[in-house]
């Protein structure tokens, strides 16, 4: 290791990546790169589908918060990481030489091949995915003609997606909705009785669910399923799939027919000892869900062994928090999943925003938060307008009282 400052890489400036480097400290030379110049509120981006949110809504300037931190953020994209060297290069031609280094790049949309979907069908992965598709359906709902919408994938995503969609019936917008799912259920790594419930809430509207259906070919008016089934599409949106980030596919870091890059329980990689894998793109021992909590928590471990690791203490060992589950299904309603247990209430929607809140804050600047309080607020106040007032009507309150339920 270096006898002057330690240097620290971090390949990624989301959730993990932001948190490794506000834990890591400021005598420390550490770089987060990253090709994007804002980090971004994925959790959130369903709701820019209905003008809940706008970009800069669920948007942080990177280079802004790791100023904060006490470090350096690099805009550029990461092509290699040389492990026999300790570098790492950028598309703009930059070598970082590390004494550690975090991956936490998150992972890339894959369409797996589908004939037409990489041209023809919108992404659903980041935040300028969800502005394009809310400008799409801003054109089609000036339409005489009611447009077509196709959703391929019925996870989370894709059935959030879903609810924002027909949250803009309050303005008038009407589609006819296609949900399409390979799985014989939507939702099918949650409880059944979420699923169940997800498909009650949206029976009473112009939405068809086909399950057990796999897309094979997308083109710019339709969506080809494999049993021949043609759907017209006007607005393919794909919400199904995640995989590894090209550059990470040839790093060194896996074993061919790795999905992921595999870790010990404390983050380290397999194949180096001085990198640190956390997010997304990490093959943790136990499994845990791709989600943004986790993530957090991978990122605070992950700097903290970072630090351990050039002090010689011992590495802190990841252990996943049993985290309860917040989905959203527009205005219409919002579950609360706890293991195996679901809560389902409009009024939950509140808890949502106010974790978005909590932690927007955190990320801005996590030892004086309340400082840069200005985006807060203007996000606070948007939300407060857009998503909470049209919740406290009379009938809205009542329906959500008694459209809260716990289902089993």
């Known amino acids: 290791m270096s006898p002057s400052r330690p240097r620290v890489v971090i390949i990624g400036g989301n959730f993990a990546g932001l948190v490794a480097a506000s834990r890591l400290p400021c005598d420390y030379d550490v770089t987060v790169v990253d090709a994007r110049a804002d980090f971004e509120w994925t959790p959130n981006i369903h709701e820019i589908l209905s003008g809940v949110k706008d970009r800069e809504g669920v948007v942080l300037p990177r280079a802004e918060c790791v100023s904060r931190y006490g470090h350096t953020f690099v805009h550029d994209a990461v092509t290699k990481i040389d492990r026999d060297n300790s570098s790492v290069m950028t598309e703009g031609g930059l070598v970082l030489p590390y004494d550690a280094c975090l991956v936490a790049a998150g992972s890339q949309r894959t369409t797996f091949g589908v004939d037409g979907a990489d041209k023809h069908a919108l992404g659903f992965r980041l935040v300028d995915d969800a502005v394009r598709i809310a400008g799409r359906l801003d054109k089609l709902a000036a339409r005489q003609r009611r447009a ?13 997606a879903l609810g924002e969609i027909l949250r803009r ?6 589609f006819n909705i296609h949900v399409v799912e390979l799985e014989s259920r939507i939702l099918d790594q949650l409880p059944q009785g979420l699923a169940s419930d997800a498909l009650q809430r949206f029976a009473p509207y112009p939405v068809t669910l086909h399950t057990n259906a796999a897309v094979t070919q997308v083109d710019g008016r339709s969506v080809t399923l494999g049993s021949g089934e043609k759907l017209t599409a006007d607005l393919c949106i794909w919400s199904a799939g995640m995989t590894l980030p090209d550059f990470l596919r040839d790093a060194g870091l896996n074993d061919t027919g790795d999905d992921w890059l595999p870790v010990e329980d404390t983050l380290r990689s397999r194949y180096a000892d001085n990198i640190f894998v956390a997010g997304d793109c990490a093959d943790l021992p136990t499994p845990v869900r791709k989600q943004a909590y986790y993530a957090m928590d991978m990122g605070e471990v992950a700097g903290d062994n970072i630090s351990r690791l050039f002090r010689d203490r011992r590495q802190r060992r990841f252990r996943a928090a049993a985290m309860p589950m917040v989905i959203s299904f527009g205005d219409i309603t919002t579950w609360l999943v706890a293991g195996e247990s679901v809560v389902a209430s409009p009024l939950l929607a509140a808890a949502k925003e106010g974790v978005y809140q909590v932690t927007m804050a955190r990320l ?23 998503l909470l007032l049209p919740q406290l009507t009379p009938s809205k309150l009542f329906l959500g009282l008694t459209g809260s339920r716990i289902i089993v």
């Open 148 to 160: 077509s919408v196709v959703i391929v994938g019925g996870g989370v995503s894709g059935i959030e």
């Open 169 to 174: 019936r309050g303005q008038g917008d009407e």
């Open 364 to 386: 801005a600047s996590p030892k004086e938060p309340l400082r840069y309080s200005t985006d807060v607020v203007g996000r606070a106040a948007m939300a407060t307008r857009q």
